[in-house]
């Protein structure tokens, strides 16, 4: 119901763009955003966006790199990464929650993962 695209391999102070993007059911009215996992970590919040943009929240250690966004109509929602580093390394997923308003720590819906490699 989700599908995650746009991870690769990417420089080290580069930028790369990730897209999710609902099929089968609409996620328009739902918070959405994004988790990752380190390799050996655990999996770990990144950006959350609420159903109309108006509430958004990012991990401490993206904030001022990364930028959430939605477009409804399309029923996508993007994570602009930029000034990539290596402990930004890691799969990342998105998500889609039942609150319109806030991404849960455990999202109702769950992507499949897109692979980020970081490389110095």
């Known amino acids: 119901q989700l599908q995650a695209s746009g991870g690769g391999l990417v420089q080290v102070g580069g930028s790369l763009r990730l897209s999710c993007t609902a099929s089968?059911?609409?996620?328009?009215?739902?918070?959405m955003g994004w988790f990752r996992q380190p390799p050996g970590k655990e999996r770990e919040f990144v950006a959350g966006i609420s159903w109309n943009g108006g509430n958004i929240k990012y991990l401490d250690s993206v904030k001022g790199r990364f930028t959430i966004s939605r477009d409804r109509a399309k029923d996508t929602t993007f994570l602009q990464m930029n000034n990539l580093k290596p402990e930004d390394a890691a799969v990342y997923y998105c998500a889609a929650d039942r609150n319109p308003m806030v991404l849960s720590p455990r999202p109702a819906y769950w992507g499949q993962g897109t692979l980020v490699t970081v490389s110095s």
């Open positions: 089968r059911r609409t996620f328009s009215n739902n918070a």
